[in-house]
């Protein structure tokens, strides 16, 4: 049942891709950050009670309903896990940034891709270079894969559709609150933060585990156990030194940005990043993709046979 459900949600979602900014979304994301302005008082315990009610309601109710439907009928069961999955995932959800970013490249059209990179990024994109903005780009895609695609993935065939929505809400809450604002409270986001990192460090290493499989493997396991750990984020580290390793392109490093050079920790090996490390990139991402249907679909047959 999880294999059909995936399988169904991943061709709806080409079919019909729900876009950013989507309403689902925008709503929960208009109700956390009501909560935010309700209870950021400065204190830790303030961020655990909004978080509490910002994540348990919305997964108690996938998890409620999701028993009633497979109480009345598998196919009712069936409907849930692919409508969990349609508005938990989103492999196309981001890719026309994607596609925007690397034709701007491939055109020489500069401005036309950094302004592209800057809507689905916090980076500040005037001074980047050519290589830049595909090295970030590059990082980007790989990020967001993970946390739209593969994180949700794995959380639903391990805790089934209330631990793809877990994943993905979580995800959203520590994004939101983490946002700049004016009366900044690190106290507050720091469980919504802590609680993400700990969720994420299986799903992100599987994953980067998945990168190294179908990707160059040596040089993936390789970057990983020797860069991911100097990434200031631990997990997006790990996804990138991987997936660095994997394609054979260089990411982290320097970057042009507010008339100054920020220099970050060097990931990945081999060369420049360019717009075709970018289609490489793509590539990947869709390899790991049908490495976990497949592994998926195995485990499927063989529980199916006893």
Not at 28 to 55: C, K
Not at 109 to 125: I, K, M
Not at 296 to 303: C, K, L, N, P, S
Request: net charge neutral; proline share 4%; charged share 20%.
């Amino acid at each position: 049942m999880k294999f059909l459900s995936l399988l169904a949600a991943l061709l709806l979602e080409q079919i019909q891709p729900l876009r950013e900014g989507n309403p689902v979304h925008r709503a929960f994301e208009r109700y956390a950050s009501a909560l935010q302005r309700q209870f950021d008082a400065g204190q830790y315990r303030d961020g655990v009670i909004a978080w509490l009610l910002a994540v348990v309601p919305v997964v108690l109710f996938t998890v409620l309903v999701s028993c009633a439907a497979h109480s009345v009928n598998p196919l009712l069961g069936w409907a849930w896990n692919i409508a969990v999955l349609y508005v938990t995932m989103g492999f196309r959800r981001f890719s026309h940034y994607f596609r925007e970013i690397m034709q701007g490249l491939r055109e020489g059209d500069l401005t036309r891709a950094r302004e592209h990179l800057g809507r689905c990024s916090d980076v500040s994109t005037a001074e980047l270079t050519p290589a830049e903005v595909a090295r970030v780009s590059i990082e980007l895609a790989l990020v967001k894969a993970h946390r739209h695609v593969f994180g949700p993935l794995i959380a639903f065939v391990v805790l089934g559709p209330g631990g793809a929505m877990l994943y993905r809400i979580s995800d959203m809450v520590a994004e939101i609150w983490s946002r700049p604002r004016e009366a900044e409270s690190a106290q507050f986001e720091r469980f919504a933060r802590d609680f993400f990192f700990w969720l994420d460090w299986l799903p992100s290493r599987l994953t980067a585990a998945s990168f190294a499989i179908v990707g160059n493997f040596e040089d993936a396991v390789y970057c990983w156990r020797t860069q991911g750990v100097t990434w200031s984020s631990g997990p997006n580290g790990v996804l990138l030194a991987s997936g660095g390793g994997a394609i054979g392109v260089r990411l982290g490093d320097a970057l042009h940005q507010d008339g100054t050079v920020q220099f970050r920790p060097e990931l990945g090996l081999g060369e420049e990043a360019d717009t075709d490390y970018m289609q490489s990139t793509v590539g990947l991402l869709w390899r790991a993709l049908v490495l976990w249907v497949f592994l998926i679909f195995i485990v499927t047959v063989a529980h199916s046979l006893g």
